[in-house]
């Protein structure tokens, strides 16, 4: 929830710096705005390690009426280092109809309106243009002074960092682990059938026990149980904010050998606080006790039988 907030802020950043920089087309040279976009780009996909790529889309002939396509983008290149580019303004290309930039702002919209929401996620998908990653790209729309829509500014997140994470969690010895994309039902990852991934939730019979629609939360509250191939297993799952669940799947008898392991632990730690809450008792009785002890004995010390069959008492001298 986190790192998607942050990646969302760096996009309603863009959007902001697209903007400002389409008022101010007008008043400064072409060289000058290219330059300025390509400083931006590169400066702020350097401040955010999570982000693989970002870019400023303008609808065609918006930005400059002699250009259909006109979309600066900076991203992290194979040595590791930001790099701007405009190779992705192509026929070839056609940013205005990839998945990413649809879901931000369909074809069929009116440009004279604002779109419902600020910001948009897309679905999963590979990157074809040149990482070939599996990604995902959230979207914030710009909008002209006169609330006419300008195009997308756009922050590419590269899954493969979330899914190894998500690969090593380990509950117990055979529990596995899945990601799921609730909006679009694609699988980003699933240890339990590797084949799966960015096949639909409901190709994969188990996982359509889940409840795609529960409510976000921070913790894993929500259970469901399901047989694979013969073993009967417990899944708990939670969503994160942008829909994404995380489940873990676990045999249900590593669980019941684990509540028997902890139901063992928990008994001998019963009885040894019990044998020692007992041992306690007696020392504290005997601590208690022990002065009238003594008091009693010399009593009993003080008290005897004469010759005559008289009982003699004598004086009991008690030092504390």
């Given at each position: 929830n986190n790192l998607t907030e942050l990646l969302e802020h760096k996009a309603l950043d863009l959007a902001k710096a697209g903007e400002l920089l389409y008022d101010l087309r007008k008043q400064q040279a072409a060289a000058q705005m290219e330059s300025?976009?390509?400083?931006?780009?590169?400066?702020?996909?350097?401040?955010?390690?999570?982000?693989?790529?970002?870019?400023?889309?303008?609808?065609?002939?918006?930005?400059?009426?002699?250009?259909?396509?006109?979309?600066?983008?900076?991203?992290i290149n194979s040595q590791n280092t930001v790099e701007f580019t405009w190779d992705l303004?192509?026929?070839?290309?056609?940013?205005?109809?990839?998945?990413?930039?649809?879901?931000?702002?369909?074809?069929?919209?009116?440009?004279?309106?604002?779109r419902p929401q600020s910001i948009y996620w897309s679905d999963p998908y590979y990157d074809?243009?040149?990482?070939?990653?599996?990604?995902?790209?959230?979207?914030?729309?710009?909008?002209?002074?006169?609330?006419?829509?300008?195009?997308?500014?756009?922050?590419?997140?590269?899954?493969?960092?979330?899914?190894?994470?998500v690969q090593q969690i380990k509950i117990t010895e055979n529990s596995k682990v899945f990601l799921v994309d609730s909006r679009s039902d694609l699988i980003l990852s699933n240890t339990l059938q590797t084949d799966s991934v960015m096949q639909k939730r409901q190709s994969v019979a188990w996982l359509n026990v889940i409840d795609a629609n529960v409510q976000e939360a921070i913790d894993i509250s929500h259970a469901a149980t399901a047989t694979v191939d013969g073993i009967a297993y417990r899944i708990y799952y939670a969503k994160s904010e942008i829909g994404l669940i995380l489940g873990v799947v676990i045999p249900q008898g590593e669980i019941y050998q684990e509540i028997e392991a902890v139901a063992k632990a928990q008994a001998f730690n019963g009885v040894v606080i019990i044998v020692f809450f007992i041992l306690a008792m007696l020392f504290l009785l005997y601590v208690l006790?022990?002065?009238?002890?003594?008091?009693?004995?010399?009593?009993?010390g003080s008290i005897a039988m004469s010759d005559g069959n008289k009982l003699q008492i004598k004086p009991v001298e008690y030092a504390e």
């Open positions: 300025a976009f390509k400083n931006y780009l590169v400066d702020s996909i350097e401040q955010l390690p999570a982000a693989i790529g970002g870019g400023v889309w303008f609808e065609p002939k918006v930005f400059d009426p002699e250009k259909i396509y006109f979309g600066p983008y900076a991203f303004n192509t026929p070839t290309y056609d940013y205005h109809n990839q998945s990413w930039y649809l879901r931000g702002l369909p074809a069929d919209w009116p440009r004279n309106q604002r074809e243009a040149g990482s070939k990653a599996l990604m995902m790209t959230v979207d914030a729309v710009m909008y002209s002074p006169d609330d006419h829509v300008i195009g997308l500014a756009s922050v590419d997140w590269s899954l493969q960092e979330m899914t190894h994470f006790f022990k002065p009238f002890q003594k008091v009693q004995n010399l009593i009993a």
